[in-house]
């Protein structure tokens, strides 16, 4: 059983910037889709940017700029760098592999964005 653990969340100013990690205890990433997912207060899980095994990127609209999503297959972790960070961006910040070797969650870290 694959287990991701997040890091990095935090309490910090509008413009500011935060880097979340997402360490798997195997090999997961270099099989999966990496994703960073959020859920703000009364509102719905969204994905906010994936990598896939290849490399590629996507994002959504909001965070297209502002947000990078990378991976470093030799530590089995996947980052998010959040930078120009808007009080909309507060959330509890999700890390997802999902692939032919199954779909997991890591269990949140909370990102707090004060205007």
């Known amino acids: 059983q694959v287990q991701l653990v997040e890091s990095g969340g935090g309490l910090v100013q509008a413009g500011g910037s935060l880097r979340l990690s997402c360490a798997a205890s195997?090999?997961?990433?270099?099989?999966?889709?990496g994703g960073w997912y959020r859920q703000a207060p009364g509102k719905q899980r969204e994905l906010v940017a994936a990598?896939?095994?290849?490399?590629?990127?996507m994002y959504t609209d909001s965070v297209k700029g502002r947000f990078t999503i990378s991976r470093d297959n030799a530590k089995n972790t996947v980052y998010l760098e959040m930078n120009s960070l808007k009080p909309e961006d507060t959330a509890v910040y999700y890390c997802n592999a999902r692939g032919a070797r199954g779909n997991y969650w890591g269990q949140g870290t909370q990102v707090t964005v004060s205007s």
């Open positions: 195997g090999s997961i990433f270099e099989y999966s889709v």
């Open positions: 990598i896939t095994s290849g490399g590629a990127t």
